[in-house]
């Protein structure tokens, strides 16, 4: 299909598939002539698509008469958005659809040979399928032997028998490199030559009538090559190599199998197939071509393709930065001053090297990374994040962001992505820096610069997928039209031909090929050395299967062993370049998948961290909903995990803003209503107090901290569309958020919390208990309370109490301290004398407190009665579906029992304030949380059924 994207696309898109009927009128026809395209009703489903008032559309592109240089209806408008002149009218007399217009005016160029269109509604979540194309000019040519746009290799001295066919009498012209090698004078309309071979040719068949009207077929005459075999030297590997003492040598390396021999085509060489520039095969891996560059200037920059037997022109896959003949025009000399023009008369993309370059100059060479359970991460996209969108814009708001206190910054995909405004998904080329946002120097000491507040980078990476720019795509593909695109070929040893998941996108690379993993490899290599950075999160990690189909959403969600094995095994690549590198999965799926990357060579210090998705829970409470509204999962253990490796969020780049749901859907109590903005913004305050106070790591979505409240749908002129969805938005900073007293105040307050959370080495500790909408204790639901303790901190604060109200009205909050004495509110270091432990303490809707014992004034706390409630389960695990619970000095015990995914499962009081509870544990094998109430505190075991 001849559609380029911006971004990402994340919609379903249905498509009606076979060929649909249609009639032009007149036909045949010349490109000046104006025509009638009509199409029946009958092939339009107007319901599933979702078609309002008949708005059907067309979306077209034309080919030169070679059937080339395919180039896009200037009307078309954007896929998600159909110019309104591309819509047909509809005759409801005749339920039939019709556009009429004249090529030449439509597609804004002369000399059309052909034009395809598909039809679409306005969105592009709806369309027709496969392409049509219709001939334009009223004398055809049929090229029967070779094909039109095909190559033909033939030996030198050899000859070809060139015949082609027309539709009206012509006289016929053969061109060879432009220069006429026969000719007839008789018309015809049948074409015959035995043309001999005497080098590599572009070929030309011309056909003309008696009218002057031509027409033209191309095709390539090629003569084989012996290519040498020599073993590739050792300084040299796939991409581009510098030589380690020669700054007049460069090494190039492409791995091409199924290719019979490569050019290097260049700068170097005017850009012509030369075979002195003809790469040599490696012995041992005869799939691999190699060549040496020498002579070269030092300092003088150099661009070059490989052009393969077979034609397929592509940069270099391993390209730190390449030109693109599509994108670089629309980059400004204040975004990236002093770009290189892209090569006239090129196409594609190109790559670049320079030789004798002077190294960054790093300012922070041995960073000492936060420690995974302890990272803040703050999830930006630049393109949305500065007015200027710019790696320098960026530096400039690192203060902004050290004063919220994150000690991470995750980056949106910026490897060379289709486009130079989009979320980054789109990537083309995984190994090489966009250009849209900068040079490599300015990236470079924005990292360093990041490094120098205590601050790590992480890049978001899709190595699921690749866009059909790719030269990994393009080099193995089907191009029907010879436009150097098409879906990938059988034999590509990086992609499926079909997708092997339900969530697809683009092209689904094989991770089961060696090929895929030494090009995933590669990548993780150039961004953790060449730029530092410190850790990945990787994107859709659902797709690292070859077990699914693309229909199938049940077998992609469900455990897939081979996806288990692929991503432990480039865990172990990653971090055998960077031993305390980060690596985060968006896998959003089973417990028991996940464990197996997140308890993953934990004795080492390692272990994958994955996404833990709370957006819905956190919503429901900052609206005012206590329908699942249950946020108890933050909890690691509940899933499973050994350490604390849940990378807790509400919000993402790629989930509704919370204060969006809380404008428009909030619930309203009287005068207090949720809907109103200040109102809203005190709730975010909560949010952040009930949020970053749990252990372990954490990530926000930039200008959650300044209540952003614009949809992830909002279209450019304010509407809101899901075709939108990865559309540009407005930035905080520009419209003054970040000065705006009640908006600021929120950022003050996460810095707060977040400050708090730093100071106090309490909030490292693995035993916690998160207790959201616990009906039991508040039949009102929407309290909140989480209890962080450490019993082996001996001096400073060890326990940790959080409650909050989410409710629309006040609360008395029991907060069920374990032990009486002075408290802190660590909020504003206000000291309180507890001397019931289950005395409730009011709270206005919205309203939180975080507590912590105090440790100025110990004498004051009763330090034993920690010790006093105590909770065991003994000969556990437990066999045979009986268990003892053995208690101690728990008056008004509460016996509560939770499984992995905080289900209650079963729930009793205690008679006795000591003694033994034989409990019949008939549950699931499995591991459970058995909980202790008491009027002096908590207890917490973990029980394991066999």
């Given amino acids: 299909m001849k559609k380029f994207y911006s971004g990402i696309l994340l919609l379903m898109i249905t498509l009606v598939f076979g060929q649909i009927s249609y009639t032009i009128t007149p036909n045949p026809f010349n490109e000046t002539d104006a025509i009638t395209l009509s199409v029946p009703g009958n092939q339009i489903d107007e319901a599933a698509w979702g078609v309002a008032n008949n708005a059907v559309y067309i979306w077209s592109w034309s080919l030169d008469t070679n059937y080339q240089n395919s180039q896009d209806c200037p009307t078309n408008g954007t896929w998600t958005n159909s110019n309104e002149l591309n819509r047909l009218n509809y005759n409801s007399a005749t339920d039939t659809y019709s556009i009429t217009f004249t090529p030449t005016t439509f597609y804004g160029r002369t000399g059309i040979g052909r034009f395809g269109f598909l039809l679409k509604n306005k969105t592009g979540t709806s369309q027709t399928s496969p392409d049509i194309f219709v001939n334009v000019g009223i004398l055809s040519l049929n090229l029967t032997n070779p094909a039109a746009n095909s190559l033909t290799s033939v030996p030198t001295g050899n000859s070809i028998n060139i015949t082609g066919t027309t539709n009206v009498n012509a006289t016929f012209q053969l061109k060879a490199n432009g220069s006429v090698v026969h000719s007839t004078s008789t018309p015809s309309t049948s074409y015959s030559y035995s043309y001999t071979v005497t080098g590599d040719a572009n070929m030309e068949l011309i056909a003309t009538d008696a009218n002057s009207n031509t027409k033209n077929k191309t095709f390539i005459v090629q003569v084989p090559r012996n290519v040498v075999s020599e073993a590739i030297p050792s300084w040299i590997k796939q991409?581009?190599?510098?030589?380690?003492?020669?700054?007049?040598?460069?090494?190039?390396?492409?791995?091409?199998?199924?290719?019979?021999?490569?050019?290097?085509?260049?700068?170097?060489?005017?850009?012509?197939?030369?075979?002195?520039?003809?790469?040599?095969?490696?012995?041992?891996?005869?799939?691999?071509?190699?060549?040496?560059?020498?002579?070269?200037?030092?300092?003088?920059?150099?661009?070059?393709?490989?052009?393969?037997?077979?034609?397929?022109?592509?940069?270099?896959?391993?390209?730190?930065?390449?030109?693109?003949?599509?994108?670089?025009?629309?980059?400004?000399?204040?975004?990236?001053?002093n770009l290189p023009a892209f090569p006239a008369g090129q196409d594609f993309e190109v790559s670049m090297f320079k030789t004798g370059q002077a190294p960054y100059n790093w300012q922070v060479t041995n960073f000492q990374r936060p420690a995974k359970d302890n990272l803040i991460i703050y999830e930006l996209l630049l393109r949305d994040f500065t007015q200027e969108k710019t790696w320098q814009s960026l530096i400039n708001k690192i203060t902004y962001l050290k004063n919220l206190k994150i000690n991470a910054i995750e980056l949106m995909p910026i490897m060379e992505f289709e486009g130079n405004l989009s979320w980054g998904y789109n990537t083309s080329f995984h190994y090489a820096l966009d250009k849209a946002y900068g040079t490599p120097e300015k990236f470079k000491e924005f990292v360093d610069i990041c490094h120098q507040n205590g601050i790590a980078v992480i890049l978001d990476v899709a190595f699921n997928h690749a866009?059909?720019?790719?030269?990994?795509?393009?080099?193995?593909?089907?191009?029907?039209?010879?436009?150097?695109?098409?879906?990938?070929?059988?034999?590509?040893?990086?992609?499926?031909?079909?997708?092997?998941?339900?969530?697809?996108?683009?092209?689904?690379?094989?991770?089961?090929?060696?090929?895929?993993?030494?090009?995933?490899?590669?990548?993780?290599?150039?961004?953790?050395?060449?730029?530092?950075?410190?850790?990945?999160?990787?994107?859709?990690?659902?797709?690292?299967?070859?077990?699914?189909?693309?229909?199938?959403?049940?077998?992609?969600?469900?455990?897939?062993?081979?996806?288990?094995?692929?991503?432990?095994?480039?865990?172990?690549?990653?971090?055998?370049?960077?031993?305390?590198?980060?690596?985060?999965?968006?896998?959003?799926?089973?417990?028991?998948?996940?464990?197996?990357?997140?308890?993953?060579?934990?004795?080492?210090?390692?272990?994958?961290?994955?996404?833990?998705?709370?957006?819905?829970?956190?919503?429901?409470?900052?609206?005012?909903?206590?329908?699942?509204?249950?946020?108890?999962?933050?909890?690691?253990?509940?899933?499973?995990?050994?350490?604390?490796?849940?990378?807790?969020?509400?919000?993402?780049?790629?989930?509704?803003?919370?204060?969006?749901?809380?404008?428009?859907?909030?619930?309203?109590?009287?005068?207090?209503?949720?809907?109103?903005?200040?109102?809203?913004?005190?709730?975010?305050?909560?949010?952040?107090?009930?949020?970053?106070?749990?252990?372990?790591?954490?990530?926000?979505?930039?200008?959650?901290?300044?209540?952003?409240?614009?949809?992830?749908?909002?279209?450019?002129?304010?509407?809101?569309?899901?075709?939108?969805?990865?559309?540009?938005?407005?930035?905080?900073?520009?419209?003054?958020?970040?000065?705006?007293?009640?908006?600021?105040?929120?950022?003050?307050?996460?810095?707060?919390?977040?400050?708090?959370?730093?100071?106090?080495?309490?909030?490292?500790?693995?035993?916690?208990?998160?207790?959201?909408?616990?009906?039991?204790?508040?039949?009102?639901?929407?309290?909140?309370?989480?209890?962080?303790?450490?019993?082996?901190?001996t001096n400073g604060v060890k326990n940790i109490v959080v409650i909050a109200n989410y409710n629309t009205t006040a609360q008395n909050v029991i907060p069920y301290f374990p032990y009486t004495g002075q408290w802190q509110n660590l909020m504003d270091n206000s000291i309180s004398n507890i001397t019931s432990t289950t005395a409730a303490i009011?709270?206005?809707?919205?309203?939180?407190?975080?507590?912590?014992?105090?440790?100025?004034?110990?004498?004051?706390?009763?330090?034993?009665?920690?010790?006093?409630?105590?909770?065991?389960?003994?000969?556990?695990?437990?066999?045979?579906?009986?268990?003892?619970?053995?208690?101690?000095?728990?008056?008004?015990?509460?016996?509560?029992?939770?499984?992995?995914?905080?289900?209650?499962?079963?729930?009793?009081?205690?008679?006795?304030?000591?003694?033994?509870?034989?409990?019949?544990?008939?549950?699931?094998p499995g591991t459970y949380l058995v909980h202790l109430k008491s009027d002096s505190g908590i207890a917490i075991q973990k029980m394991i059924i066999q």
Avoid at 872 to 899: C, F, R, S, T
Wanted: charged share 20%.
């Fill in 239 to 337: 991409g581009i190599n510098y030589h380690p003492t020669d700054q007049t040598k460069v090494g190039l390396a492409l791995y091409a199998p199924f290719k019979n021999f490569v050019h290097v085509i260049g700068s170097f060489n005017s850009w012509t197939v030369n075979d002195t520039y003809l790469m040599k095969r490696d012995t041992t891996n005869p799939d691999l071509y190699w060549i040496e560059l020498s002579g070269l200037t030092p300092q003088q920059l150099y661009t070059f393709q490989y052009r393969t037997n077979d034609l397929r022109k592509v940069a270099d896959p391993y390209s730190p930065q390449i030109l693109s003949s599509y994108d670089d025009q629309w980059i400004t000399s204040s975004t990236y001053p």
């Fill in 467 to 793: 866009t059909g720019r790719s030269p990994l795509v393009r080099l193995w593909n089907v191009d029907p039209d010879g436009d150097g695109y098409g879906n990938v070929a059988a034999n590509n040893p990086y992609f499926n031909t079909v997708p092997k998941h339900s969530y697809n996108v683009f092209e689904d690379f094989n991770h089961s090929s060696s090929s895929t993993k030494y090009y995933v490899e590669r990548c993780l290599q150039q961004w953790l050395t060449e730029y530092k950075i410190d850790g990945f999160r990787w994107d859709l990690t659902k797709g690292f299967t070859q077990n699914c189909s693309e229909n199938d959403e049940t077998c992609t969600n469900a455990y897939q062993q081979d996806r288990v094995d692929i991503l432990k095994y480039y865990a172990d690549k990653q971090w055998a370049i960077d031993p305390n590198s980060y690596m985060i999965f968006e896998h959003l799926g089973t417990d028991a998948e996940e464990q197996q990357w997140a308890n993953y060579r934990i004795a080492e210090g390692k272990g994958v961290m994955l996404w833990n998705k709370q957006t819905d829970p956190y919503n429901q409470n900052t609206m005012g909903y206590k329908e699942n509204s249950n946020y108890d999962r933050m909890n690691h253990a509940l899933r499973g995990f050994t350490n604390m490796h849940a990378v807790g969020f509400g919000e993402s780049h790629d989930e509704e803003r919370l204060m969006f749901k809380n404008l428009a859907y909030g619930a309203v109590n009287g005068s207090y209503d949720v809907k109103n903005l200040n109102t809203a913004l005190e709730r975010m305050k909560t949010f952040g107090a009930t949020f970053f106070t749990i252990p372990g790591p954490k990530m926000i979505w930039q200008f959650g901290e300044l209540g952003y409240e614009f949809s992830i749908n909002r279209c450019g002129d304010g509407s809101i569309n899901p075709g939108c969805r990865t559309d540009e938005k407005p930035i905080a900073f520009t419209l003054g958020y970040d000065t705006n007293v009640n908006r600021k105040a929120v950022y003050d307050t996460w810095a707060k919390i977040i400050d708090i959370r730093n100071a106090y080495p309490v909030f490292r500790s693995k035993t916690y208990t998160v207790e959201s909408n616990n009906l039991t204790n508040d039949p009102n639901g929407l309290i909140t309370r989480i209890y962080v303790y450490d019993n082996a901190i």
């Fill in 842 to 924: 009011t709270l206005q809707p919205g309203e939180f407190r975080i507590f912590g014992n105090y440790v100025g004034t110990l004498s004051t706390i009763d330090e034993t009665a920690a010790y006093k409630l105590s909770l065991q389960i003994a000969d556990n695990p437990v066999k045979n579906g009986l268990a003892k619970l053995i208690y101690h000095k728990a008056k008004n015990g509460e016996i509560v029992i939770y499984d992995m995914s905080g289900k209650k499962v079963d729930q009793f009081k205690l008679k006795n304030e000591d003694g033994a509870y034989e409990l019949k544990a008939n549950y699931a």
